[in-house]
């Protein structure tokens, strides 16, 4: 052996062996094994996930295709296909057009896009619309009737309980399942009723008023 030669012990040189017995065994060699592995890693790649823009880049798009959807929409029939990661707001506002649940927080704190699923105010962003099917959804847009004000819209404008706006439809839409579930509500049926909504103007005493103001008509 030459002074340059690597050393091995037997124990290396058993290994060797053993490692060379398995290779011819399996049939396949730990080269041809990592040429096996870069390919299978290689291939989502060469297959591209769909893109979208998002904030002015494209972003994949990695998860189920389309699915059939049927929704039941201030009385009337929606159908699309929607991906199942797809919210209800999304589908409420990109899909069928109906814009007055408002997109804020997305994250289901402000309330700015309180529907009525099966007469229960929810957030829209917090619910996926393959969820909302079959269920009796209500949007502010159906609560004006043959161009008059709802009572609860009305005593919004009556009693200044709006800024921005942004906050309104959802407020109007939790007014609405408060006064309907309490007509005559207490300051605590209040508090409790509209806790899930968030006015970042402040109005708050103007829809208290205005909460009352529909209360004592409906007396």
């Known amino acids: ?44 790649l060469l297959t591209r996930p769909k893109m979208v823009l998002a904030a002015g880049q494209e972003v994949p798009v990695h998860g189920p295709g389309l699915v059939p959807m049927e929704f039941s929409i201030n009385g009337k029939s929606y159908k699309a296909e929607l991906e199942p990661r797809v919210t209800l707001l999304d589908a409420l506002r990109d899909q069928f057009q109906l814009t007055g649940a408002k997109r804020v927080c997305d994250r289901a ?12 105010p929810v957030y829209a962003c917090a619910v ?12 502010v847009e159906s609560l004006t009737q043959e161009g008059k004000l709802h009572p609860v819209q009305q005593a ?10 942004f906050c309104t439809p959802g407020f109007v839409v939790a007014c609405k399942a ?18 899930g909504n968030l006015c970042r103007c402040g109005t708050y005493a103007g829809i208290r008023r205005a909460i009352a103001q529909v209360a004592q008509k409906g007396a």
């Not at 704190?109 to 229960?120: P, R």
């Not at 919004?156 to 706006?165: L, P």
Request: glycine share 6%; proline share 5%.
């Open 1 to 44: 052996m030459r002074d340059d030669d690597p050393v091995r012990t037997e124990g290396e040189d058993h290994s060797l062996e053993n490692q060379k017995g398995n290779s011819d065994r399996s049939g396949v060699s730990r080269r041809d094994f990592l040429k096996i592995s870069s390919i299978s890693v290689a291939i989502p």
């Open 109 to 120: 704190e402000c309330g700015a896009c309180t529907v009525l699923m099966d007469n229960k």
């Open 128 to 139: 996926l619309a393959i969820e909302a099917q079959h269920k009796a959804i209500t949007t």
């Open 156 to 165: 919004f404008v009556d009693n200044d309980a709006s800024q921005c706006g």
């Open 178 to 195: 408060l006064l309907d579930a309490h007509p005559h509500p207490t300051p605590d049926d209040i508090r409790r009723g509209l806790s």
